[in-house]
Structures are given as C-alpha cells and as structure tokens.
C-alpha cells in the first residue's frame, strides 16, 4: 500500500525552533518538498514564532492556561491545524504531551524529533540521562507520534559519539546538527509515501516506477 499524504505541514514549537529552521530551510532549497502552513506554540515568547514571522509563515498561539482540560486543549490545537488544512504536523521541541484526540484527528501523520536513540533515554534531558548512564554512542530519533511517549514506529535515525570530556552542553549541540538533518529527511520519507506500519514497525515499500 502507497500512503502519500498531502504537503501542508503544522509545526508545532514551545523554545527556540531551530528544528523549525531546519525545515524551513530545506524548503527553500529543494530537499524537502512540502510548506508549512502554520506554526502554532504554546508560549508566546518561543523564539520559533520570530523564525516562523521572518519566513512569512502563518503563526498561533494556544496558551494551554486557556482551556479547562488536556482534551480541550487537544481539540483547540486540531480546530486551528485543520484551519490551514494541515496533512502532517511536525513536533519541533513542542513541551507538551499531545492527547489522544489529537492522535486520533491525525492518525500515523504527527512527527516527533528526540535526542537520544530511542527506545533509550525518553522523556526530558535526554542528552544528560545519555552522560549519566555513561553510554559511549547517542543520538536523534525521528519517529511517529503514538499515545506513549517518545515511543512511535521509528522513521529515521542518525548516531553521534558520546566524548569521554562531554558536557550536557556539548553533547547537545553535537546532537543537534544530526537533528537538523534528520528531520527534514525523515518527514520527506513520511509525505513520499511507500511505506506502511507493521507492529511498531515503519517499514518502506516498494515504489512503483
Ligand atoms: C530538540 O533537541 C528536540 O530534539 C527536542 O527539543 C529540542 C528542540 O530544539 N524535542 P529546537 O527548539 O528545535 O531548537
């Protein structure tokens, strides 16, 4: 089975969107075909929001504080995704845990990038939990969002050294170059279609030529 969806994507962002970035730049040059029809954050100050602004990209901005529950919330962020006819919504640093409505509204079609190499070290800090456990190679993740956390179907993944002298901080920033070219491949890979979801599998198929 082909499953292409359409182009427009949703980032979503909560800090400094340098994620965001990486996708608006392989936009504009040619490695990924897709636009990016909003980026909506849950904090007014993200940095990302004046990325998005310079790249004349529709932004919002949904204050959880602003809904009595999660579910709410959840449908708040679906009502203003399908607004700009969304097809796929990008999590780039995005602080918060996405509901199950909001899965559900976008079933096999919300991206996660995470930095470290699932299944290891999910969840906050995952640079320190990699130093801390003393591992000797890390990395990013890029991987389809399901109900738990950090768990989905594996896209794409990029490793990185682990130095015996690495702080929190460098390991990070070595990460995240890997991060920026992972992402816009992996989310390139999800809108060429040719693949399926097999268990927790994300498996390519064959292209027709
Ligand atoms: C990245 O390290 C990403 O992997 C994690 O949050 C961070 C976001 O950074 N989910 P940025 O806002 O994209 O610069």
Redesign the pocket.
Known sequence: MTRAPGRRLGVL??????????LIDAIADGRLTASIAVVISNVAG???LDRARLAGIDTAVLDRRGWPTRDDYGRALVDELRAHAVDVVC?????RRIGPGVIAAFPDRIV????SLLPSFPGLH??GQALAHGVKVSG?TVHLVTAELDDGPIIVQRAVPVLENDTEETL?AR??VE?HKA?PEAVQRVLDGHWVVEGRRFVATPSKA
């Open positions: 962002v909560s800090g400094r969107g340098s994620n965001l970035q990486a993200a940095g990302g999590l780039a640093g995005f602080m996660n990038v995470h930095p995952a640079q990013v990070a990460i995240l991060e992402y």
